[in-house]
């Protein structure tokens, strides 16, 4: 692994990453154990370069995509594990979801659901039961 220079786009990124997962930089910090401080100095430049330990944190913890925090190419995540095999898309939808608040994610859910024909039955299967 190489450490990444810190510049305003690393910044920008990292700051996208704390967003998405609903975190603030205090907790972003506890998450992967290291201080408030580290974080602080990252973001007031005091920091040249992400060290390798802090990178490798940061994707054990939250599967952030390193060359996409250098270049900004490619998925923000890494994908979860082969198991869910998602293609792009299903993982630029992992990645949707997770910027949406606890509502759109119901809405979502419903939608989804919908989509995939269980609302759909679900709804016959009640309707059934009430003229019965």
């Avoid at 990444?4 to 205090?26: F, G, Y």
């Avoid at 939608?111 to 759909?120: A, Q, T």
């Amino acid at each position: 692994m190489v450490s990444i220079l810190v510049n305003n786009l690393i910044q920008d990124r990292l700051s996208q990453v704390i967003q998405i997962l609903e975190l603030n930089r205090s907790k972003f910090t506890r998450e992967i154990g290291v201080t408030s401080g580290a974080i602080s100095d990252i973001f007031h430049n005091r920091v040249k370069n992400l060290s390798d330990p802090f990178l490798y944190l940061i994707e054990c913890q939250f599967r952030v995509n390193l060359e996409w925090l250098e270049t900004g190419e490619g998925n923000m995540f890494l994908p979860n594990s082969a198991a869910h095999n998602l293609d792009e898309t299903g993982q630029k939808l992992v990645a949707n979801y997770t910027s949406l608040d606890s509502a759109r994610r119901n809405e979502l859910l419903e939608f989804s659901e919908f989509l995939c024909g269980k609302k759909l039955a679900e709804d016959q299967k009640k309707s059934a039961a009430e003229t019965a």
